[in-house]
């Protein structure tokens, strides 16, 4: 059965920094590109970053470029967020989800929430 | 960026009712995929490739559409049914989804 299982959330500060983590199970982790998508309270979904199989690719959404750093450890079966300079628009449910064909998402985690506040 | 317009925004239907989502993309894509989203739950992938059935999604979905026009259809709604749906693509980066389409039972 695939997993994902999120974690590192919490309340952050303004300017701060924080890092997520997605423990993948069930499948060749290896084999799939990965991504993080987030969904405000109460608001739609957004896509944030993909990182492909081998991390050779990577594309990030213009509101996070150059703070958000997304990663993975093949080795660990785990996908990565740096989030660094929060801010409060940053608040949200981040989801990893299974990239699959390169287009869509089969398989998302049950999210973890990011609130910045000071 | 391609940006997805749903219609409508929030709809009601009774039981049995035929239900029809729209999204209209503002460049054309190659293909569209709709995600259900119930109530505090992550969202589940409904179709790929504009019309394919993900796994174990009942066959009283279906979607359909090409260039900028797609759209997904309950043929017989059930309560069940009631959600939010998304549309998203990928033709071109970055990645969009619509905004979103509650639906709830009458």
């Known amino acids: 059965e695939v997993q994902l299982v999120e974690s590192g959330g919490g309340l952050v500060q303004p300017g701060r920094s924080l890092k997520l983590s997605c423990l993948a199970s069930?499948?060749?982790?290896?084999?799939?590109?990965m991504n993080w998508i987030r969904q405000a309270p109460g608001k739609g979904l957004e896509w944030v970053a993909s990182?492909?199989?081998?991390?050779?690719?990577?594309y990030y959404a213009d509101t996070v470029k150059g703070r958000f750093t997304i990663s993975r450890d093949n080795a660990k079966n785990t996908l990565y967020l740096q989030m660094t300079s929060l801010r409060s628009e940053d608040t949200a449910l981040y989801y990893c989800a299974r990239l699959r064909r390169l287009h869509y998402f089969d398989y998302w985690g049950q999210g973890v929430m990011v609130t910045v506040s000071s | 960026e391609i940006v997805l317009t749903q219609s409508p925004t929030t709809t009601a239907a009774s039981p049995g009712e035929k239900v029809t989502i729209t999204c209209l993309a503002s460049s054309s894509v190659s293909n569209m995929y709709w995600y259900q989203q119930k109530s505090g739950a992550s969202p589940k992938l409904l179709i790929y490739?504009?019309?394919s059935l993900a796994s174990g999604v009942p066959d009283r979905f279906s979607g359909s559409g090409s260039g900028t026009s797609y759209s997904l259809t309950i043929n017989t709604m059930e309560a069940e049914d009631a959600a939010t749906y998304y549309c998203q693509q990928w033709s071109s980066n970055p990645l969009t989804f619509g905004s979103g389409t509650k639906l709830e039972i009458k």
């Open positions: 490739s504009t019309s």
């Open positions: 990182i492909s199989s081998s991390s050779s690719y990577i």
């Open positions: 069930g499948f060749t982790f290896s084999n799939y590109g």
